[in-house]
């Protein structure tokens, strides 16, 4: 990676501003569901802490839309934090107004101050310059460690870089050497599985991966538009008629390049999108006028296994079926088993549903690295550059 870290700053004795990627799940009673995303910020603070840095934490929550909003507060965390860390987590009650300056303004080192949700401020999200500012007088270096939210150019993910020094945290360094690797010289043969409902969401990554794998295996709904397009029937299933000249571009151009393009040979088809609903496995070619493609069947789950035995790089993005149905999860609960049995090999999974499908199958230690940002692996991948990645100062 060629953007500088924390470990390439001095830090000691300084307010250092770290945006973290705090979004997490809850339930009804805003008791957090799941700490991941805290869990991987633990290691950027503690390297800051253990180097007497003044920590100054901030992130969005949900999707309050420039409001406050009490239920998108950040309390949770805050004491979520509190808890792993074993120390006092103050939480200010405003972003960047009185309470935040108030707590930052005398801070001791290795003190811990963190500040309501960033998207209580209206310019938050249009990255308003002087919003930018006032988070940039709060401290004197700031750390871009929130990976899930880089390919948004918003005030406290990249418009704050223009007023300090900018620097990544580790899991962003981290990120961006998996995905950046993979990406720009993986170790061969190299798959990419695609799944997902929509062609037209992985266009760009579809385009930009046939640059560089060796085979890429897709799955889901968006398999569909890619049988339509040579002419076979699929029922009921979901497909973009208007994206079918463009799957067969992707296909010619697969040829072109020499990867190796598999699409399911067969499918579960149910009658309608539910549990009990009655299902059979058909040819991908013949699935019947009334019926649905759910999942990859039993012979495509084989194909696909055999292509990934000798891989030595594999990036997962999008489940192979509707795996949020028990009884459509087959497909991509296999290849989540395969993928955790294979040894000697990088498997990143791009985070989203697949990660969830890992998460579900409890394979995740399994792999090799998961990345926390859905939407930005995705950018990454399709090999766009991340607002929240540029600014920070190069090596």
Same mark, same amino acid.
């Given at each position: ?71 998108? @507060?950040? #309390?949770? +965390? %805050? =004491?979520? &934090?509190?808890?792993?860390? $074993? ?68 005030? @406290?993910? #990249?418009? +704050? %870089? =223009?007023? &300090?020094?900018?620097?990544? $945290? ?226």
């Amino acid at each position: 990676m060629n953007k500088k870290t924390i470990k390439d700053i001095d830090i000691s004795g300084k307010k250092v501003l770290v945006r973290c990627d705090f979004n997490v799940p809850q339930d009804e009673n805003l008791n957090i569901t799941d700490n991941r995303r805290i869990v991987s910020s633990l290691d950027t603070i503690k390297y800051l802490l253990d180097n007497n840095a003044k920590v100054i934490l901030c992130s969005h929550l949900g999707r309050p839309k420039g409001e406050v909003k009490k239920e998108f @507060s950040l #309390a949770p +965390v %805050a =004491s979520e &934090l509190q808890k792993l860390l $074993g120390k006092e987590v103050k939480l200010a009650s405003d972003v960047v107004g009185e309470s935040a300056n108030q707590l930052t303004s005398n801070m001791k080192e290795g003190e811990i101050v963190l500040l309501e949700n960033v998207r209580f401020e209206k310019g938050e999200e249009k990255n308003d310059e002087e919003l930018s500012k006032k988070f940039a007088s709060l401290a004197e270096i700031y750390v871009n460690d929130a990976f899930g939210s880089a390919h948004r150019a918003h005030s @406290s993910t #990249a418009g +704050v %870089a =223009s007023f &300090l020094p900018a620097v990544s $945290g580790f899991l962003m360094e981290k990120e961006i050497n998996f995905l950046g690797t993979a990406i720009s010289n993986p170790e061969r043969p190299f798959v990419a599985i695609l799944g997902g409902k929509k062609v037209s969401d992985k266009i760009n990554v579809i385009d930009n991966l046939l640059e560089k794998v060796d085979t890429l295996i897709i799955g889901g709904g968006m398999a569909f538009t890619f049988l339509k397009a040579q002419g076979y029937n699929i029922g009921k299933s979901v497909c973009e008629l208007d994206k079918l000249d463009l799957a067969n571009s992707l296909l010619e151009k697969a040829k072109k390049k020499g990867a190796k393009m598999m699409i399911p040979v067969d499918t579960v088809v149910g009658k309608e999108f539910s549990n009990d609903t009655e299902s059979k496995t058909v040819k991908s070619t013949e699935i019947p006028e009334d019926w649905e493609g759910f999942d990859i069947g039993a012979e495509t789950i084989k194909l696909y296994k055999e292509e990934l035995k000798d891989a030595k790089t594999i990036v997962w993005n999008g489940p192979v079926g509707v795996f949020e149905l028990e009884k459509f999860a087959v497909g991509t609960n296999s290849i989540a088993e395969f993928l955790g049995s294979l040894e000697n090999v990088t498997t990143i999974i791009g985070g989203g549903d697949s990660a969830a499908a890992i998460e579900k199958v409890g394979l995740s230690d399994k792999m090799t690295h998961i990345s926390t940002g859905g939407g930005a692996s995705l950018e990454f991948l399709e090999g766009k550059k991340l607002p929240g990645v540029e600014c920070l100062l190069d090596r």
